[in-house]
């Protein structure tokens, strides 16, 4: 289990403060497991069908387990059942930010109003920007960029759409699009509203509607507060409390070969791995689905076992390098970032095998600090 409190390895620093840049080679981050404190639940809310925020659990459902051999169609419903979040609208950390607002209580630091920090983390952001983080010193086509801007002491760390991302975004194929339905579909044969009720696969999936978490933890000594959007929970009242009855769902090709096998384990095992283990989501239930989109058999995958399954493949990935890098970088950017001003972007940029740069804006686009939650933080 990694979430423990060792000490951190006393390997050189493979990037010296002072320099410009952060090198990815995996080489330089293998190094002993860095403490990752179990996180901690501090709150959840929900976006409902119309994307709107509620500072609660509406959104949640509970994982109901297949009588038999499932045989779900995918496809069904597609697209006479089927409302897509428009996403083109970037929400940056709004929500999060909302949900800050209307809970300053649970998040602000002890040396109350007086203190020039409003609260009680280094870093906030989504789970899936530090998932990219997770992922980066393995990941070979797709680059990221992060804007990174400090206000009162806290480094809120937004995504930026890439070029080529919005090139692939307006670019996808019809066969893509549907795929990307089949996730949504297979959460509508998997999960019930209530806890005593039933899924309904006979209705509308609308990708609008979530139920994310709020977790805080800590990487190192970066306090992390991150939110989440998680699938379901385990439906029995005994399950143990959040984030831990948390069930991520997942949708995979059925795996006829060992070539397909040797991808799973190398490419879509890492992804699900770094997505759960952040926030400390136990298991994932992968439905693997045939060509026409029918799911033929359903797998768990334990996160904390993930490590084990992988370890007979050859150059595989490894936990450690993900959570080293994570942390260098966050490192790096507490060094860069270094003026307190909601209207300065830090914005860092990272292609597949280059060093990670930055670059300052002042008073530019990037700037993602909505003014609601400036005035908010500051009266
Ligand atoms: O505006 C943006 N650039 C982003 C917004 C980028 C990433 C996320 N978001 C927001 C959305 O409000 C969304 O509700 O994040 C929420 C999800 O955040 P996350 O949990 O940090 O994202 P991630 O771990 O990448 O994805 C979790 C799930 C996905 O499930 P699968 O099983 O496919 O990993 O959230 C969904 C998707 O179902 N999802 C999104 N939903 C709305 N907007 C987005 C997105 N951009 N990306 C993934
Ligand atoms: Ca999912």
């Known amino acids: 289990n990694h979430h423990q409190q060792r000490q951190s390895g006393s390997a050189p620093e493979p990037n010296p403060l ?15 497991f860095p403490v990752y404190k179990q996180p901690v639940e501090v709150g959840s809310f929900s976006l409902d069908g119309e994307r709107r925020f509620f500072n609660d659990a509406r959104q949640m459902r509970y994982y109901e387990e297949p009588e038999r051999s499932p045989n779900f169609d995918l496809r069904d ?53 530090l998932t990219k983080l997770l992922t980066t010193p393995y990941e070979t086509r797709e680059g990221w960029l992060l804007a990174a801007t400090m206000f009162r002491g806290t480094l809120y760390i937004s995504e930026v759409e890439t070029e080529a991302s919005r090139r692939d975004r307006e670019n996808r194929t019809a066969r893509h699009e549907e795929m990307m339905y089949w996730g949504y579909k297979f959460e509508q044969y998997t999960c019930a509203d209530e806890v005593h009720s039933l899924p309904d696969p006979s209705g509308v999936v609308n990708t609008n509607e979530a139920f994310c978490t709020v977790v805080q933890t800590r990487l190192a000594d970066h306090r992390l507060l991150f939110s989440g959007e998680v699938d379901c929970r385990d439906k029995d009242p005994n399950a143990p409390a959040a984030p831990a009855c948390y069930v991520e769902l997942k949708t995979s090709a059925e795996i006829c070969t060992p070539k397909q096998r040797s991808n799973f384990h190398r490419f879509k095992l890492l992804k699900w791995w770094a997505q759960s283990f952040l926030p400390g989501v136990p298991r994932v239930i992968a439905g693997f689905r045939d060509h026409e989109g029918v799911v033929v058999s359903l797998e768990t995958f334990h996160i904390s076992k993930i490590s084990h399954l992988i370890k007979n493949e050859f150059n595989c990935w490894k936990p450690t390098v993900c959570m080293n890098f994570c942390c260098d970088f966050l490192s790096f950017a507490k060094h860069v970032v270094t003026e307190d001003n909601p209207s300065v972007v830090y914005l860092f940029t990272w292609e597949p095998h280059r060093d990670v740069t930055y670059s300052i804006h002042r008073d530019s686009p990037y700037s993602f600090l909505p003014r609601w939650y400036i005035e908010e933080m500051t009266s």
């Open 18 to 32: 002072g320099s410009q840049s952060l090198s990815t080679r995996k080489e330089l981050y293998e190094r002993d």
């Open 77 to 129: 419903g597609y697209k006479d059942r089927f409302i897509k979040r428009d996403d083109s609208v970037k929400e940056k950390l709004d929500h999060i930010l909302r949900w800050i607002i209307a809970n300053r209580t649970k998040c602000s630091s002890s040396a109350t109003t007086a203190s020039s920090r409003a609260l009680d983390a280094d870093f906030v952001t989504w789970r899936g920007h």
